[in-house]
């Protein structure tokens, strides 16, 4: 360790990540304690603090606060992701422990980490034994996201490792900090709190019945009737959780149980959240500290380390913490719940002066390895050894980066059978727990139309396949398509989403328009024309757009359709309104929200222009799509996708990570759409590099085509590549294969390479 304060190329910058006073608990006081050891030992260190906040708003955080993340806002976590990456931290240090991050088993603490790519070091203060189902994954995640983890006693260690399978490399055991003060005589601290001539038993921490200490009162009686002056002191305020679940009630059952035992004048109950100073004096001024904890499994107990640093005899439970920091007669065991144990062990102190004296000196030498200054290195230590470490990027085979890839029907049909084409998988495996849905089936219908090569047999084949999953859920008494088909060919509700059914009719209107046989497209017509008028009740507009690129569709095969020219008008003009309302000088677009498949609402409006010859709904559309495009251009100049994080978030700019391929699909199309409307060639390359994204020009590196058997993976994260193959992913680089092929004979653009610069 380099001595002083100066650490020449070492970190000099972490983000600290847990609970900060002034919140009322243990982890906020070491929290607190972890940030100001690092500055008093490295005062060079910058240490950027994210305290999390269970009450938004309900504390006054200090100055070295940098910024508090609202518990249970999963998008607060994604922006201080963001932050901690702009800060130029070099590490980030997790203080974790079950209850103080939101979603189940505080799986947003996962979402934070797993959207930066510094080295993490995360210190566990619970190491369960047997974690729920929950427990484990998000345990387990913490675990591989980690550069190294930090335990406080050797069992934490050795529950990792036979629990979870851990490395035990990665894990360090680092005990808990404790002040530095000087061994003194209980007596000369007593006049404080008037406790002179009394022999203190102390018992510190929030009150809560995982404390035990209905053990402690029921031993007073014995210890009592051998020293008539012992006084058990329970200092601490009741748990917040407690309290805001039944008041006041378990503070009053102890009070009646010291009633009934007659030895309520030998406990003092000190209903208080003292700060560290106090509570040390009030540690210094025991005669003996006692921890009857009822729970073996406990790992880390901070007022157990206090009163060892204090140099305090201790009488305990053998919970796993106490077993190690007390072992080699430095303190004294009991069994878990003996009150009469803890009377034999707290009478044999109090007899004998000797001993105790003994006892609290052999405690206060171990407490000395364990100062805040020594802990400050261990951390520093840990951090520097893995300033380098990255988490590993799940990539892809690397591809040539310039071709356009032949459409390739292999994927899709591993997706399918005699139903339709299933919804997820797993890695490239179909996973039939989650059946079938309209909108694949729909996207499916509309690829069959436009795929080659392919064997006419095998088109015909899958086109009946997919029309008949379409036909199959109209649910005329509803006049609503339905959307989830379990595996079992069970319908999972009545009617879909509006956007579903919106797919859905878009779908129709293009196979009527581009079907190669006539019994589809004559098919279509027929349910497009007993079906489209549903549209009319959309207030989505998702949905809306759908319905007009049906439309559209259905207006390129039957010039003058009258429900079509409905469609289109209606919902034209109600977007351009939708524009009106939300638009600002920064922001040019339907909503105030980002959100998935963005693209089709220009898309809508462009071809709908073209349809009715109607300026303004094209120019909306080419306007907005300018915009959209821009804010799906990473700084660099790649296609960025805007992802399922940034969804949702009024007037903000998109995040980087969760593309999925769905967006690249849509700024295909809407960009095709552009350039057939204008021939402006500026639309034809925006298309090819949205289409690049699928080579692996994007922000990863890393190509989501899958080129050898035509698949594509889910999405781009900020580790990788998400590696399973859903159908709306393969159909989406299907589709995009389709579309860049047609636009590329229109307009005589061959794909080149990323240019240079970008």
Known sequence: ?????????????????????????????????????????????????????DRPGGYAYPPEVTASIPQQDRDAYLDTARAIDASGAQAIWVQH?????????????????????LPVIATLHTVLERPSADERRVMEALLRRAARVIVMAQKGRDILHRVHGVDMRKVAVVPHGVPDR???????????????????????????PSKGIETLIEAMPAIVARHPDALYVILGATHPNLVAHEGEAYRDRLHALAATLGVERNIAFVNAFVE??????????????????????????????????MGKPVVSTPYVHATEILADDHGVLVDFGDSAAFARAIVGLLDDAEERVTL???????????????????????????????????????MAPAAILTPDFRAVERMSDATGMLQHSIYAVPDRRHGYCIDDNA??????????????????????????????????????????MRFDRQWCEDAGSEDSNGRTLWALGVTASEARDRKYRDWARMLFDDTASISLEFGSPRACAFAMLGAAAMLEAHPGHALSTQILERFGGELMDLLDEARRPEWEWFEIVLAYDNARLPEALIRAG?????????????????????????????FRAVGTESFGRAYAEPMQFDQQPLEAQA?????????????????????????????????????LASVGDGGCFDGLNPHGLNRNQGAESILALQLANCAISALSQRAQIVADPEPAAA
């Not at 061994?183 to 404080?192: F, G, H, I, N, Y």
């Not at 759409?673 to 994007?698: K, S």
């Open 97 to 117: 422990e079950y209850g103080i991050y939101g979603g189940a088993a505080g799986e947003h603490l996962i979402a934070l980490l797993d959207r930066t790519t």
């Open 360 to 398: 609290a000196q052999r405690a206060y030498a171990r407490g000395r390895t364990m100062i805040w200054p020594r802990i400050a290195e261990a951390v520093a230590d840990l951090i520097d050894a893995v300033r380098d470490s990255r988490p590993p990027r799940i990539g892809a085979a690397p």
């Open 443 to 484: 996207r499916a219908l509309i690829l069959m139309h436009r795929i080659d090569p392919i064997d006419e047999s095998e088109r015909d084949r899958w086109t009946s396949v997919y029309a008949a999953f379409v036909q199959y859920a109209w649910n005329p008494d509803k006049r609503r398509f339905r959307n989830f």
């Open 667 to 703: 700024t295909i199309d809407a960009c095709a759409a552009a350039f057939a409307a204008t021939g402006d060639a500026h639309w034809a390359q925006e298309a090819h590099r949205a289409y690049r994204w699928y080579l692996g020009q994007n922000d990863l590196d890393l190509p």
């Open 182 to 208: 000087a061994l003194v005589d209980p007596d000369a601290m007593k006049e404080r709190f008037g406790w002179e001539g009394r022999q203190v038993i102390l018992t510190f921490g929030l009150l809560a």
């Open 276 to 309: 560290q100073e106090e509570l040390l004096d009030h540690i210094q001024a025991a005669d003996i500290y006692a921890t009857p904890y009822p729970n073996p499994a406990q790992i880390t107990s901070g007022t157990l380390s206090y009163a060892v640093a």
């Open 1 to 53: 360790m380099v001595q002083g304060s100066q650490r020449p190329d070492r970190v000099d910058h972490i983000a600290l990540i847990g609970n900060f006073l002034p919140r009322k608990c243990g982890l906020a006081t070491f929290t607190t304690d972890c940030f100001a050891a690092l500055r008093a030992r490295f005062p060079d260190m910058r240490v950027d603090v994210y305290a999390m906040d």
């Open 610 to 638: 073209h349809a009715l010859n109607r300026s303004d709904l094209l120019a909306c559309g080419l306007s907005t799509l300018d915009w959209i495009v821009g804010r799906q251009t990473s700084p660099e100049g790649r």
